[in-house]
């Protein structure tokens, strides 16, 4: 009996013949995510997308999952131990962190600030502003979006760029050095420009806490664009109410929407984005989804190991 592959992907009509040739004896079946059935994921041996919890769990013959994000763990108790699992971690790198450099940039020169007197129709010189030439940036999160940032970083003239990672196994692209973890809290003084990139887990929940935040510097700028659960907003808030740091910016929050009423609404030198970083913004970052797919799955019918497969 042939398998079934599910896709849910973003594929092209012209690019449904390469996964019909990465696969030839396989029936392809595809789908958007609102669109597929129950039926098809009954059949399934391989799915390819982002499918909500409940249909994937609708797929008994299922052997190996492609998820087209970075992210899995809203998946952590959806599939048995005996289905492979792969992330799609790097495809939107360029785009989280141009989007960062954006925020950072925008920051440094006052843009929000000077937006606010546009609306008001108010000629009106912000004062100082900072560069980042000689800046020390430091990374929580030295992965793939982390090490795109901090190359941007360098290209302007970064005094070092420093990455956090929870395992160190040598040098990282765009990072001068590069720290376990556990150094948070020694190189959190030293950073004038703290980005958080941490993926969901135990261990980064409130990993920017009010401790921490009592450690920036008071002209350091914050960003995070990982997921909303490692900072505590409430003290961020109180903070930044309070005149410390130049400015922040956030990308992801927690809840997402952020609520009418959070504070963080309100505070001129922060900026607040939708979520809007990465996801399928740019064609490039919709190319490099499906060239790792078609990757993957020719990795998958030759035996050899599958790119970004998650440990469980």
Sequence with gaps: MPDVILNLLPVREE???????????????????????????AQANIVMGWPREDMLAQA?????????????????GVLPPSVLLTSSAGINSQSVAEHMLAALLSLYRKLPQSRDHQR??????????????????????????GSAFAKLCQALGAGCT???K??????????????????????????????????????????????????????????????????????????MQAGRLWGAALDVTEPEPLPADSPLWDIPNLLITPH???????????????????????????GEPLENLVSR
């Design 15 to 41: 690019e449904k013949a390469a996964f019909e040739a990465a696969a030839p004896d396989a029936v392809h079946l595809y789908a958007g995510r609102r669109t597929a059935t129950p039926e098809q994921f």
């Design 60 to 76: 008994p013959r299922l052997r190996w999952f492609h998820c087209m994000w970075a992210g899995t763990d809203k998946y952590a």
């Design 120 to 145: 008001e129709h108010a000629w009106v010189d912000v004062g100082n502003l900072k560069s980042l030439d000689g800046a020390v940036v430091l990374v929580a999160g030295a992965g793939h979006v």
């Design 162 to 164: 420093i990455g956090l």
């Design 166 to 239: 929870r395992t160190v196994g040598g040098p990282v692209p765009g990072f001068d050095q590069v720290f376990p973890m556990e150094r948070t809290d020694e190189l959190l003084p030293q950073a004038d420009v703290v980005a958080l990139v941490l993926p969901h887990a135990p261990e980064t929940v409130r990993f920017m806490d009010r401790k921490r935040l009592a450690l920036l510097k008071d002209d350091a700028v914050l960003l995070s664009a990982g997921r909303g659960s490692a900072l505590d907003q409430e003290a961020l808030a109180e903070a």
């Design 276 to 302: 809007m970083a990465g996801g399928m913004r740019l064609e490039s970052t919709r190319r490099n989804c499906i060239q790792l797919a078609l990757e993957n799955l020719r990795r998958y019918y030759a």
